[in-house]
């Protein structure tokens, strides 16, 4: 009876032991996570200071060119977005250093919308500030919203391989009729609204919804010329292609009057505003934000092995 209570005793002391080396292991694991996440984010708020100082620094100087860069596709959701554009040019207008601000653009176009709010920011700033010039410059390319935003400008620059124009608007789609008869997909669609299928891909298409589509269409296609007219004025020489939507080279868009010159935007903050020093007041990802991006990333990845069962994946 000794000997088995003896190895009750133990057997239970063992249990304990075990236990109490499971919950220190637990507790070290936590420990260390805190530990990590805490330098975290006093890594991330000492690389925003940094950043912040840098921003800073940047607007000391003296008399300077501000440059606020359009790249890529404009969209409500890319980088080149009219929240993000109309700030910046906010920010480069305000500034009591600067001596000209320059639009430079590397865009295909995008949304008409967002075009539209940066053109109208644009125009409203130039009143503001009537004594600020404003300049376009165009890179590679200067298409469509693109150019729909560089006609607000003073005057446009371009290389003389650039491509500009594209003075037109388009709504695309796809119709899956043919293949699905092929396939023997039979389409079932219920509406309330005689329109609401309206240019509905999976069905044939409506001559009525085509005509009220190119009435849109043109609508939109209407206002782009008037922007166009507003902005370039007499310098434009008008002919039936020129809002056709076709595009031309940086050389032939000057014949045409859609651009005014051949310039860089170093040329142009020098010979032009007579300001060489360049400011960048584009909007971008900063530093902070890239890591805070990262952050999280690794943050859940660590936090989910440490609490989820080993035999649990998300992927």
Avoid at 99 to 124: A, F, H, T
Avoid at 170 to 194: N, S
């Amino acid at each position: 009876m000794a000997e088995n209570g003896g190895d009750w005793e133990r057997g239970v002391i063992e249990k304990l032991a075990t236990e109490a080396i499971r919950e220190q292991r637990r507790s070290r694991r936590w420990g260390i996570f805190f530990k990590l996440l805490t330098f975290a984010y006093i890594t991330f708020f000492v690389v925003l200071a940094i950043d912040w100082r840098i921003s800073r620094d940047g607007l000391k100087g003296g008399k300077h060119t501000a440059l606020v860069d359009i790249v890529g596709v404009i969209e409500p959701r890319g980088d080149a977005n009219a929240d993000r554009i109309t700030s910046a040019l906010q920010s480069a207008f305000k500034d009591s250093n600067t001596q000209g601000v320059i639009l430079r653009i590397n865009s295909p176009g995008g949304s008409p919308v967002q075009s539209g709010i940066i053109y109208d920011e644009i125009r409203r700033l130039r009143a503001l500030y009537p004594i600020i010039p404003m300049y376009a410059v165009v890179e590679d390319m200067c298409a469509s919203g693109g150019y729909y935003i560089a006609s607000a400008a003073d005057r446009i620059y371009v290389d003389k391989a650039s491509i500009v124009g594209s003075i037109g608007v388009l709504m695309d789609g796809w119709g899956f009729t043919g293949t699905m008869e092929k396939l023997g997909v039979e389409r079932r669609l219920l509406t309330a609204g005689e329109n609401k299928a309206f240019m509905d891909p999976f069905s044939p298409v409506n001559a009525k919804h085509k005509e009220f589509a190119q009435q849109l269409l043109d609508d939109v296609h209407q206002q782009f010329i008037d922007v166009v007219k507003k902005g370039r004025g007499k310098r434009l020489k008008e002919t039936p292609e020129l809002y056709s939507g076709l595009m031309w080279t940086g050389a032939k868009s000057i014949e045409l009057g859609l651009a005014d010159g051949y310039g860089s935007l170093d040329f142009v903050a020098r010979e032009v505003i007579k300001a060489e020093d360049i400011v960048d007041f584009t909007q971008k990802e900063n530093i902070a934000e890239r890591f805070a991006k990262r952050l999280g990333a690794a943050t859940a990845s660590a936090l989910a092995k440490l609490v989820l069962p080993r035999d649990f994946s998300l992927r």
